[in-house]
């Protein structure tokens, strides 16, 4: 006879379904996984907004494809302070210094000399930067391209003063020959992804990154100092042939999982799982 198997732990998988990203389907992605993750755990599903709500009734939340926080910020402050109200473990862990805390960081390690894309938030910080034929603006708060435009050099310091100091970043327009994201479960690299046509920058293939380009992704996971997670490095390689960090991706990352062979998905998924059981 066989022995009883205990209860399983229930996971809260914390998605937005109906989110429309350009070139992609984040759906699939979590449709996917949480077809997977059922193989460990009792899953369910919620949209963000429903996540505080629902929280005491799980013993863990993975936050997916959820879409830009600014989107819903007050639900998303609401199930954070519930789950530290809670004790509720929240994956990724709600400490980051990436993209989870907004955009920040990039002016903090461009200050300190880190590989990133030269940025500034202030108007008096403008001459740090290099010249440039125009200029991204950006909001710290942002995600997915939202609020992001071009301006001139003469516009620049009239867009910072019009929006009030540290709301906004400024970068140099940068001529790069394609952008490449590496993809981490805990500090355990995964697998690499690019966009050979910098004009279509989500029809992705396989990259096969090289030692130096793993010391220049790693050199940010462990800045981040997050014991565990799911973490997306973007960068891009300029025409000198640098990498430059873009953006470190810790709240949700999509993991274009469809853009890999199965071999490396089910690792993925294997690692995902030892890793939210750990």
Not at 30 to 41: G, H, M, P, T, V
Not at 108 to 131: C, H, K, N, Q, Y
Not at 240 to 248: A, H, N, P, R
Request: glycine share 8%; net charge negative.
């Amino acid at each position: 006879m066989t022995a009883p198997v205990g209860p399983r732990p229930a996971l809260l998988l914390v998605t937005d379904l109906a989110y429309e990203a350009r070139g992609r389907r984040y759906c699939d992605e979590d449709i996917f996984l949480a077809s997977r993750l059922r193989e460990a755990f009792d899953v369910a599903l919620c949209h963000p907004r429903d996540a505080a709500a629902l929280l005491d009734r799980f013993d863990l939340a993975l936050v997916r494809n959820s879409g830009p926080v600014l989107h819903y910020q007050e639900a998303y402050d609401a199930f954070r302070a519930r789950a530290l109200e809670l004790g509720v473990p929240v994956y990724n862990p709600l400490d980051g210094r990436g993209d989870m805390a907004g955009k920040q960081y990039l002016v903090e390690l461009s200050r300190a000399g880190f590989p990133v894309i030269p940025t500034v938030d202030r108007a008096a910080d403008l001459g740090l930067l290099p010249e440039a034929g125009a200029y991204a603006v950006k909001p710290k708060l942002g995600a997915d391209s939202v609020g992001l435009r071009f301006v001139g050099g003469a516009e620049v310091a009239g867009a910072l003063e019009r929006e009030g100091e540290g709301v906004l970043l400024v970068q140099p327009r940068v001529d790069f020959r394609y952008e490449v994201s590496f993809y981490f479960v805990d500090h355990d690299f995964q697998y690499a992804l690019y966009a050979p046509d910098p004009e279509r920058r989500w029809v992705l293939e396989p990259y096969a990154a090289d030692a130096a380009d793993l010391a220049f992704a790693r050199r940010f996971i462990e800045w981040n100092a997050l014991d565990h997670g799911i973490q997306r490095v973007d960068a891009c390689r300029t025409q000198e042939g640098e990498l430059l960090l873009v953006e470190l991706e810790d709240l949700n990352p999509y993991l274009s999982l469809d853009r890999v062979d199965e071999g490396v998905r089910e690792a993925f998924v294997a690692r995902l799982k030892t890793s939210l059981t750990g």
